[in-house]
C-alpha cells in the first residue's frame, strides 16, 4: 500500500540553525500539506502546496519557513533560523485532486524536531 | 471562521464495550467534511472514518461509526467492542469548503482514550 515517507525520523539541532524535513508523498497525489504538533497540543495546518506553488498558509508559516518540491517527488519544509518554540512533530500529507469519495489526507509517520 | 471543539480530553471504556467521543463544530461554509484521525502513543495520523457534509447516511469503516447530527454541528465518533489496541489520541478534525480552500484541515484538541482490561 502507497504511504507517505518522513526523513529524519528525529532531528535534533541547535538554536538559529537551518533545518531541512524532507517528504516523499504518494506518488499519484496532487495536493501536499506540512502540520505540526506541539507536544501534548493539537495538530496546527503550516502550509498547502499544489502546482508547484503556496495554495494556503496559516498565520505560522511565516518568513522563516519555506517549502519546496525540488524533482517531482520530495517535497520539502525549511526553516531557516530555528527557534525554541519550533521544537514540534512535523507531518507532511498529502492527497488526491479529487478523491471521490473523501478528501482523505494521508499522513507521514512525521518528524521530530527538537531546537536545543 | 471554522472551529472543532473536543470537550473530552481524556475517556476511560471497558474492554469489549462501545464508547462515544464528543466532536462538535462550527462553520459557515455549506460544504464541509468531517473526519476522525487516531494517534498511538507512536506518533502517527492514522485515518479511521470520514463524513461529507451532504452525506445522507451516517458513515461507517468496521467497528468505527459517525454519529453525524448537522443541525446539533456534532460528529461524534462510536468505537464499538473496545479493544486494547484502541488506546490513543483520537482527534477530530474538519475540511473547509473545496473551493475556498484547498482542503487543509482543522484539527480540534483530542480525546484520549483508554482501554481497560
Known amino acids: 500500500e502507497p504511504e507517505v515517507t518522513q526523513t529524519p525520523s528525529h532531528q535534533v539541532t541547535q538554536m538559529g540553525q537551518e533545518v531541512i524535513l524532507r517528504c516523499v508523498p504518494i506518488?499519484?497525489?496532487?495536493?501536499f500539506y506540512w502540520y505540526r504538533q506541539i507536544l501534548g497540543q493539537k495538530v496546527e495546518f503550516l502550509v498547502s502546496f499544489y502546482n508547484n506553488e503556496i495554495s494556503e498558509k496559516s498565520e505560522i508559516f511565516d518568513d522563516q519557513f519555506s517549502v519546496e518540491r525540488p524533482d517531482g517527488s520530495n517535497f520539502t519544509l525549511k526553516i531557516r533560523s530555528t527557534k525554541l518554540e519550533d521544537s514540534a512533530m512535523y507531518f507532511c500529507a498529502s492527497r488526491l485532486e479529487s478523491a471521490a469519495t473523501s478528501y482523505e489526507q494521508y499522513f507521514g509517520p512525521g518528524t521530530r524536531l527538537t531546537v536545543t | 471562521a471554522q472551529k472543532i471543539t473536543q470537550t473530552q480530553p481524556g475517556m476511560f471504556v471497558q474492554e469489549k464495550e462501545a464508547v462515544t467521543l464528543d466532536c462538535t463544530y462550527d462553520?459557515?461554509?455549506?460544504?464541509?467534511?468531517l473526519f476522525w484521525y487516531k494517534q498511538p502513543s507512536s506518533g502517527e495520523m492514522i485515518f479511521l472514518i470520514y463524513?461529507?457534509?451532504?452525506?445522507?447516511q451516517n458513515a461507517t469503516e468496521g467497528r468505527y461509526s459517525l454519529n453525524f447530527q448537522k443541525a446539533r454541528k456534532s460528529a461524534n465518533l462510536v468505537i464499538s467492542a473496545s479493544q486494547l489496541g484502541d488506546s490513543a489520541m483520537y482527534f477530530c478534525a474538519m475540511r473547509g469548503a473545496y473551493g475556498g480552500s484547498q482542503g487543509n484541515l482543522i484539527f480540534g484538541k483530542g480525546t484520549k482514550l483508554s482501554v481497560k482490561p
Open positions: 462553520t459557515s461554509d455549506p460544504s464541509y467534511g
Open positions: 506518488s499519484n497525489h496532487l495536493y
Open positions: 463524513q461529507g457534509s451532504y452525506d445522507q
